[in-house]
């Protein structure tokens, strides 16, 4: 899998792909955001907003190789410096990719940055209490649940529940050593 699949910066040329998945409605059900509407215009504002402020976020592209376009994203996002942690979030937008390993090597390529480039010790994320697949892989993974938010999201004419869960420098390595 490592081999078929690399990491790379957001570009510019990544949006119009972007925009096409958060307005799939099936795929934005599974995630912890809120199904919306979002003209084009909003995801190039979104992007030009990220490349004017990259020194709190890394926002990558999940490439296949020998793909022209991207298969997902995968962010480290709202990095506080000063306690060296940040948030993880990911995205297979490709159907294609989804159950096939393609979050579990992007997760972890990104850990790895997290925690051996930028010098991070803690990465934290939130996911959708129903989503059994994500919470297995971020499981397997090492992080651990830390808390529940009750009815903390509205999708699908219902409230859902989110788990918290977080993952530390030396619980990631001691199980990727």
Known sequence: MSN???LRELA?????????????YELVDKLGANF?????????AWMAA?????ANNVRLAICQKGVESIVGVVYLISIDWVNRNCE?????GDQNCRGKGVGEFATRQALKHAFFDLNLHRVSL???ESNVSAISLYSKL??????LLKDVVYKSSKYHNMLTMALLK???SELNS
């Open 4 to 6: 078929e699949f690399f």
């Open 12 to 24: 510019k040329g990544d949006v119009d792909v972007i925009n096409r998945w958060r307005s799939d």
């Open 36 to 44: 919306r509407y979002i003209d084009k215009t909003v995801d190039e």
């Open 50 to 54: 990220y490349f004017n402020n990259r």
């Open 88 to 92: 993880l979030a990911i995205m297979i």
């Open 126 to 128: 939130t996911v959708l």
């Open 142 to 147: 090492g992080f651990k649940r830390e808390g």
């Open 170 to 172: 030396s619980e990631f």
